[in-house]
């Protein structure tokens, strides 16, 4: 699935984009959660391909990708999965892999379906401890069964000469980072302050939740994403 982990600090120039992103109700209202489904669902948009993008959040997610050489090897890819995420102390977000959870829950979590790529921008001035995004390289479902404890054995040769599969991202401000959203990943405890992220995904197809016969189900399974 897409390419590998890439990471731009300092990422928007644009003094008065930052200064429009610095607005802490702008996000909030970002990353609440739909009412038309379930506690615990984030409000996640889809924009397609070739659509006009209308709000600061998908013109923001077409700019973040518009550069980037995985759509140089994918230009009929479907379209641009977008959300904010606010994670206040004291809580975190657990290993997961993005996929399209319809499919997943539809095959008795046999099918995943990934996105080719992930990405998250740290576009507000946010104050946070912790809050790292740590991925488990080469891993996913397929592989391994249980991120945690693989994670912990990451760990245990931190001080080994062994290669290590675990990298650990901080949530700097103004950094975006580029991911391979089929990996185990999750976000650290955050044990003071908020880690404020916007997170875009890249899909070669269409995930089940944003056809038609699904827009409106109130049957959606909770998503995890960072």
Request: aromatic residues 12%; negative net charge.
């Amino acid at each position: 699935q897409g390419l590998g982990t890439r990471i731009i600090s300092n990422y928007i120039q644009d003094l008065s984009l930052l200064e429009q992103l610095s607005d802490l109700e702008m996000w909030s209202s970002c990353s609440s959660k739909n009412s038309d489904y379930d506690e615990g669902i984030i409000n996640v948009n889809w924009l397609d391909r070739d659509a006009e993008p209308r709000s600061l959040w998908e013109k923001l997610a077409v700019w973040m990708w518009k550069d980037h050489p995985l759509l140089e090897a994918f230009p009929h890819f479907a379209g641009y999965e977008l959300w904010c995420n606010i994670i206040q102390a004291p809580s975190d977000l657990d290993w997961h892999v993005d996929t399209d959870e319809i499919a997943n829950i539809e095959s008795n979590g046999t099918i995943y379906s990934y996105p080719l790529m992930g990405s998250v921008y740290y576009g507000f001035p946010h104050r946070c401890r912790g809050g790292y995004l740590e991925i488990l390289l080469h891993q996913g479902p397929s592989t391994v069964a249980e991120p945690s404890q693989f994670y912990q054995q990451q760990l245990a040769q931190l001080h080994t000469k062994d290669e290590l599969q675990l990298e650990r991202i901080e949530a700097e401000y103004n950094r975006v980072v580029y991911f391979n959203a089929s990996q185990w990943h999750r976000v650290s405890p955050v044990t003071a302050g908020g880690r404020v992220a916007f997170a875009v995904n890249i899909w070669e197809k269409q995930p089940r939740i944003y056809q038609s016969n699904h827009s409106n189900s109130k049957e959606t399974p909770p998503y995890k994403y960072a």
